[in-house]
């Protein structure tokens, strides 16, 4: 063989094989993502970039009460791997846009929760959270409860008169938790 196509043929191969490692690094490890939006602020902000932990999403494990997870806001279907493999941050570069169906919001109840809306503070089983990283009191119109069902979460924004978060889209599934933020 001749050494050039030798040369060449080595190069494509590295660059191969840093590309796959590529994707299984951003499919089930940690990925940078960007924030769309102001429904995270003053903790996050618009196009502030962040990296996330994969592994809850790899391993299924459900993340804790405040953790800033990543979550994919179409519940209403189910997830699979090429739903990941397409999720990629080097795909997305490809094509040249975020999804705008992936959400960043705070974990507010976990499965078994009774969740209560009333007098603008939310309540977990009773009992009112304290809730330092909030942008503003929380605005609610009359009072609303739900239940965590099994293997889901309750999800909210930190500007919560500003965000469109379980209220509106319902409880998350946990194969819908994409990451946790690092």
Do not use: C
Request: net charge neutral; no cysteine.
């Amino acid at each position: 063989m001749h050494p050039l196509i030798k040369e060449i043929w080595a190069w494509v191969r590295s660059i191969a094989a840093a590309f796959a490692l590529t994707l299984v690094i951003g499919i089930f490890v940690f990925q940078p993502t960007n924030v769309l939006g102001h429904s995270m602020d003053p903790t996050l902000h618009n196009e502030q970039r962040i990296y996330v932990s994969k592994l809850s999403h790899t391993f299924r494990y459900a993340p804790k009460y405040g953790d800033i997870v990543i979550i994919d806001s179409r519940v209403e279907r189910g997830r699979t791997l090429k739903d990941d493999v397409l999720e990629h941050p080097l795909l997305k570069f490809i094509r040249g846009s975020e999804d705008p169906n992936m959400y960043v919001k705070r974990v507010i109840g976990k499965p078994g929760d009774v969740l209560e809306l009333k007098n603008n503070k939310v309540y977990r089983n009773g009992e009112p959270l304290e809730e330092p990283y909030l942008n503003e009191p929380m605005q609610v119109l009359g009072e609303h409860k739900w239940t965590v069902p099994e293997g889901h979460i309750f999800v909210m924004g930190d500007n919560r008169n500003h965000s469109k978060d379980s209220r509106e889209i319902g409880f998350i599934p946990l194969d819908h938790v994409l990451g946790i933020k690092m």
